[in-house]
C-alpha cells in the first residue's frame, strides 16, 4: 500500500515538472511582459521538429535540443523586433499577432516537414529502479533537469543585476525607463529568452510523444493555466504550483474517475481559484 502510494506521488511529481519546463517559456513572456502568447504551443512544435531533423541527420541529441532551442529563439526575436515590439502596451494585438504567428508557423510546418507523426528515441531508455518503484529514466532526467532549470532562472530574477532591472520594469515600467533603464532592450531579451525556452522544451518533450504539427497545442491551455494559477511574475514557486494544480493533481484524480473527467475537475479547480485570486495564488493581488 505505501510502495503503491509513494509510486503513485513519483508519478505525479514527474508529470508536474514535465509542465513546468513546458510551461517555462510562457512563464517569462507571459508572467513577466504581459504578452498573451498564443505562439507558445507553435515554438514548442518548432522546437521538437528542429530537434527531430538535427537527430536524423545525425546529430547527437543534446546538441541538437540546443541547437533547436537556439533556432527557435532566433524566431522569437525576430518576431519581436518586427512585430510585438510596437504593442506592449495593447495586449489584445499581441494576442492576435501571436495567434496569427501560431497559424502561419502550424501550415508552414506542414509544408516544410508534413503531417505524419514523427519519433525520436528516447535518449536514456529504460528505466530507473527505486526499490519501491520503476520509473522511467528519461522522464526522471527531465524532471531533474526542470528543478535546476527553475532554479537558474530563480537565482537570475532575484540574485543578478538583470533580475533587478527586471523586477524593476515589471514594478513600474515608467520609472524604470527615467532611471536609466533600456526598457525596449528587456522586453526584448525577455521575449526571445522565453521563446528559446520554449523551443528546448518542446526538443526536450519530443521523445516522450509523436511529433506532429499540433504538438505543442496538448501543453498550451495547460501552460497558461500554471502561470495564471501559481501566480504572474512567480517564475520559481509560481510554476512549481501552477504545474501541480493542473498536471500532478489530474494524475491523482485520474486513479479515482476517468482522465477526461479529471481534467474537468481540475480546470474547474483553476478557474475558481482565479476568480477568488485573480493574479494568481502567489502573486500579490491589487
Do not use: C
Not at 528559446?196 to 518542446?202: D, E, I, V
Amino acid at each position: 500500500m505505501i510502495a503503491t502510494a509513494v509510486s503513485i506521488l513519483v508519478d505525479a511529481t514527474l508529470i508536474t515538472l514535465v509542465l513546468a519546463l513546458a510551461a517555462s517559456g510562457l512563464a517569462v513572456i507571459f508572467g513577466l511582459v504581459g504578452v498573451i502568447n498564443m505562439g507558445h504551443g507553435a515554438m514548442l512544435t518548432l522546437g521538437a521538429y528542429f530537434a527531430w531533423a538535427l537527430v536524423s541527420g545525425g546529430m547527437p541529441f543534446l546538441l541538437a535540443a540546443l541547437l533547436a532551442a537556439i533556432g527557435v529563439g532566433l524566431i522569437g526575436l525576430v518576431l519581436e523586433v518586427v512585430l510585438i515590439r510596437h504593442f506592449y502596451d495593447r495586449p489584445f494585438e499581441t494576442l492576435l499577432l501571436t495567434w496569427g504567428f501560431f497559424l502561419v508557423a502550424t501550415e508552414l510546418i506542414k509544408i516544410v516537414f508534413g503531417s505524419d507523426f514523427r519519433s525520436i528515441p528516447e535518449p536514456l531508455p529504460g528505466t530507473f529502479n527505486l526499490g519501491f518503484a520503476e520509473v522511467p529514466a528519461y522522464r526522471t532526467l527531465i524532471g531533474l533537469f526542470t528543478i535546476g532549470l527553475l532554479v537558474a532562472m530563480g537565482l537570475v530574477y532575484y540574485r543578478t543585476g538583470l533580475g533587478i532591472r527586471i523586477r524593476a520594469l515589471i514594478q513600474n515600467r515608467e520609472v524604470a525607463s527615467l532611471l536609466g533603464l533600456n526598457v525596449r532592450a528587456l522586453y526584448r531579451w525577455v521575449f526571445t529568452g522565453g521563446a528559446f525556452l520554449a523551443g528546448l522544451a518542446g526538443a526536450l518533450i519530443s521523445p516522450m510523444l509523436s511529433i506532429d504539427p499540433y504538438i505543442g497545442n496538448v501543453f498550451l491551455v495547460r501552460s497558461f493555466f500554471v502561470v495564471t494559477v501559481g501566480g504572474l511574475g512567480q517564475l520559481l514557486g509560481g510554476t512549481v504550483l501552477g504545474s501541480f494544480i493542473i498536471g500532478g493533481s489530474e494524475t491523482l484524480f485520474a486513479l479515482i474517475t476517468s482522465q477526461t473527467f479529471a481534467q474537468t475537475i481540475v480546470f474547474v479547480l483553476a478557474i475558481l481559484i482565479l476568480r477568488f485570486r485573480p493574479r494568481g495564488i502567489l502573486a500579490q493581488q491589487n
